[in-house]
Nanobody, 124 residues
Framework: QVQLVESGGGSVQAGGALRLSCVLTGYTQTYSTRARCMGWFRQAPGKDREGVARIEGDGTTTYADSVQGRFTISKDNAKNTLYLQMNNLKPEDTAMYYC??????????????WGQGTQVTVSS
């Protein structure tokens, strides 16, 4: 059973930075982080969940317009870990952040596994 465990959330002031981590366990040899589509989502109170960034199995990355140029998604395949480096944080980035993974390298096929979330709070 694939499991995702996030960490790294916290409270920072606007302009600050945080790095979220997500460890993937229970993977098969075929679909470790190396080949698996993975992504970060967030949900603020009273709002729908939105995609923040994703990385395809071939390494292609995609970002939401709201975080482009401030956030960077990456992965360490040796550690089966996904990261989200968040710089120049804004109060509107406040949300619960979730790590997600698909069953293959193609993010177009959707995300099937979700972590429990880590809270990010940005104060002005």
């Amino acid at each position: 059973q694939v499991q995702l465990v996030e960490s790294g959330g916290g409270s920072v002031q606007a302009g600050g930075a945080l790095r979220l981590s997500c460890v993937l366990t229970g993977y098969t040899q075929t679909y470790s982080t190396r080949a698996r589509c993975m992504g970060w989502f967030r949900q603020a109170p009273g709002k729908d969940r939105e995609g923040v960034a994703r990385i395809e199995g071939d390494g292609t990355t995609t970002y939401a317009d709201s975080v482009q140029g401030r956030f960077t998604i990456s992965k360490d395949n040796a550690k089966n870990t996904l990261y989200l480096q968040m710089n120049n944080l804004k109060p509107e980035d406040t949300a619960m952040y979730y790590c997600a993974a698909g069953r293959s390298g193609d993010c177009g096929l959707g995300f099937n596994y979700w972590g429990q979330g880590t809270q990010v709070t940005v104060s002005s």
